[in-house]
């Protein structure tokens, strides 16, 4: 085998150059449209091998432990019962009963039924915590009531895209769970910090559909008000989503119960409240736990190999060797943290955002907890976690492979994409002034953390 390393120009090249040369490997990896756990690990096994200079043991003594210590944490079992949760919120009918009460108080405005999406959308994400599954199960539900009432196609997949993003940002939220983890932040700090962006998020696309609406006047048809006692009937109907969020959320920070054993209670509760609406039988019950079961076990494929990989970059010296070097420059926090977060904005237009915050959150978390933006560790990086999430899911609407359009896009093939491209771009725009907004008042993000 030694011949053969020899022959390598990679035999030659200390550990932080091995670590450089394995980030275009990765893209490279990923361009060949091989999974991102799979990636990860194969570069994290790869750097490990050649940083050993080809002895195997430590290789075989990090697969034993690193395996080991990733699937038998506690704080990991969070991500299946907030699967299921949104499994079970998806079959219970409580995204029905979201969007009609929001289209019963909005649908009669200019714009109104657009609105009520991105409402139900808010709601659906404060039981969902997926973007993917917020956009798709508020696409079946609202996608027919928008046509119905005349709105655009473009306009229409367009909305249910970018309101389908508020389901990883507002609590509780899959890919905040593993930021706190990575960062070995506190998940209920997290989970309140994110509160207000979302409030921001949601009010912000709101905006964006009322310019939009009178820029162009016919891409949105109008509606007739409903009378007030309908409209406090269809409100009436949105209990279970309430009572759920309240218990789940408010059961955490009241301190009843941990984040898991909370999630533990929202998957609980949904599942009884699918139940009791008749839309949960055995058949249906079988096929959300094996639908759990998938996304769980590429959730945490994907964690696996970022933990091989990451631990090789740490190996490698890399992150130490990117802080101190940027340190070294002597640029401004606020410029270094703005770089990075264009990157995040670039990159998330082609990653995942679960692959994006595993592969670089180890690398960019450093430099940033470095550098003195005038609040506390803790502070830091809180903000930045929500910072990070929000840039991130920017870019699962961005064109031109945003993955919310592709998903949005599936289920109304009626709609040109491009069509969508040119109307997501209005809801882009409100993003970045958001994104804006939060960077230059930190204390908007931290308000709620004691």
């Given amino acids: 085998m030694q011949w053969f ?3 390598l120009p990679l035999s030659d090249l200390s550990r932080i150059e091995l670590g450089f040369w394995s980030f275009p490997i990765l893209l490279g990896l990923i361009f060949l449209r091989a999974p991102i756990g799979l990636a990860m690990l194969l570069c994290g096994f790869g750097g490990w091998y050649f940083a050993m200079n080809g002895n195997p043991t430590p290789l075989l003594a990090k697969l034993k432990s690193e395996t080991y210590s990733t699937f038998s944490s506690y704080s990991l079992t969070i991500i299946p019962m907030f699967l299921l949760m949104g499994q079970f919120a998806t079959l219970s009918g409580m995204s029905t009963a979201l969007f009609k009460a929001a289209e019963s108080f909005l649908g009669h405005r ?31 539900v609202a996608l027919p009531e ?16 970018a309101g389908g993003t508020l389901g990883i940002l507002i609590p509780p939220s899959v890919i905040l769970v593993i930021y706190a983890i990575i960062t070995e932040q506190n998940i209920a700090k997290l989970f309140l910090a994110a ?5 921001l998020a949601a009010v912000g696309y709101v905006l964006t559909i009322s ?25 009436a109907e949105t209990w279970p989503v309430l009572l759920i969020f309240g218990l789940v959320v408010g059961g955490i ?46 959730i945490f494929f994907i964690v696996l190999g970022a933990g091989f990989y990451n631990g090789f970059l740490a190996l490698s010296g ?98 040109p994409i491009t069509e969508t491209y040119k109307a997501v771009m209005f809801f882009v725009g409100s993003d970045i002034v958001r994104v ?13 953390i004691p």
């Fill in 318 to 415: 890399v992150p130490q060797f990117m802080a101190d070097y940027v340190l070294g420059q002597g640029l401004s926090p606020w410029v270094v943290l703005i770089i990075i977060l264009f990157f995040y904005l670039v990159f998330g237009c082609v990653m995942d955002s679960l692959s994006m915050i595993l592969l670089t959150v180890p690398i960019f978390f450093p430099v940033i907890s470095a550098m003195d933006f005038g609040m506390s560790p803790e502070h830091v990086a809180i903000w930045f976690g929500i910072l990070v999430l929000i840039v991130v899911e920017v870019g699962l609407i961005t064109p031109p492979v945003g993955m919310n359009l592709f998903i949005i896009n599936a289920m109304d093939r009626t709609t």
């Fill in 211 to 235: 310019i939009y609406v009178r820029l162009y006047p016919d891409s949105a048809g109008t509606r007739q008000p409903q009378p007030m006692s309908e409209r406090w009937k269809a409100l």
């Fill in 195 to 199: 509160f207000i962006p979302g409030i």
């Fill in 253 to 298: 920070y009241a301190g009843w119960f941990t984040p898991t054993e909370g999630s533990a209670v929202g998957a609980a509760g949904t599942g009884l409240v699918a139940l009791v609406s008749g839309n949960l039988n055995w058949a249906v019950f079988r096929d959300s736990l094996i639908g759990t079961a998938k996304t769980t076990a590429m």
């Fill in 5 to 7: 390393l020899d022959l």
């Fill in 146 to 161: 928008l046509r119905r009432y005349g709105y655009s196609g473009g306009f229409s997949t367009a909305t249910l895209a």
């Fill in 110 to 140: 200019r714009g109104g039924v657009a609105m009520a999406a991105v409402g139900a959308c808010a709601g659906f994400g404060a039981i969902c915590g997926s973007s993917l599954a917020t956009a798709a199960t508020m696409s079946r």
């Fill in 436 to 448: 804006a907004i939060l960077v230059a008042f930190p204390a908007i993000t931290l308000f709620l």
